[in-house]
């Protein structure tokens, strides 16, 4: 079935740096991606979305990546701070379907000092 | 403003019993769902609602029931609990079925022994 995934489960950064997270995904019919962060013993906290017409979306230190050729999402994440170290989700939604996002496993970011 | 409220946060079972996850929300959201979150994977959606009176089954709704009598509470009932339901349970809610922004409480970490 359709599914979307993490390439890397561990991404470790030096404070200051900046982070790059990917995800690739399998369902071309999805309308939106969305990235969530997870601090430990919390519930995931919405980071950015995009809409599958857009190639780049920028937050606040946050950009995310969306190249539709090869199904591939990224969050980039400038100047990585301490508070930046949790998992991070990547999720697709397709709306016509019923808003029932699919989750990926994860990735952990750590941040060095 | 409390957001998406869980209780309880830990709860150890025995096979066979029953129990209610309780889950509360006072942002006025339509949208409400249940998630559960197991080692190395992603949320995975076990049940939804699109408004008071209105539930669905999402991907993994087996073993699990859920009613929504009010805008503001959706409990999930665990019929007869088994060990494969030895799981990290979110409930998340949002504006409406076109948002994918979700608001995710802190988790009920459940144990079934």
């Known amino acids: 079935g359709e599914s979307v995934g993490l390439h890397l489960p561990t991404l470790s950064v030096q404070e200051g740096d900046n982070s790059i997270i990917n995800c690739a995904y399998s369902n071309s019919a999805s309308d939106y991606f969305i990235w969530y962060k997870q601090e430990s013993g919390k519930g995931p906290q919405f980071i950015i979305d995009i809409r599958s017409n857009m190639d780049k979306r920028q937050g606040q230190r946050v950009t995310v990546l969306l190249n539709k050729t090869v199904k591939h999402l990224s969050l980039q994440i400038a100047a990585t701070q301490p508070g930046d170290s949790a998992v991070y989700f990547c999720a697709e939604n397709k709306r016509a379907a019923g808003n029932k996002l699919t989750f990926g496993g994860g990735t952990r970011v750590l941040v060095k000092p | 403003n409390a957001g998406v409220t869980q209780t309880p946060k830990f709860q150890v079972l025995k096979t066979g019993q029953s129990m209610t996850l309780q889950c509360a929300q006072d942002m006025n959201h339509e949208y409400m769902s249940w998630y559960r979150q197991d080692p190395g994977m992603g949320l995975r959606l076990i049940h939804y609602?699109?408004?008071?009176?209105?539930?669905d089954q999402g991907e993994v709704p087996n073993g699990y029931n859920v009613s929504r009598s009010t805008t503001e509470d959706f409990p999930l009932r665990l019929l007869s609990a088994a060990p494969s339901q030895t799981s990290v349970y979110f409930c998340a809610s949002t504006r409406d079925r076109t948002n994918e922004k979700l608001f995710f409480g802190s988790g009920t970490q459940l144990s079934v022994l």
């Open positions: 609602s699109v408004g008071a009176g209105i539930t």
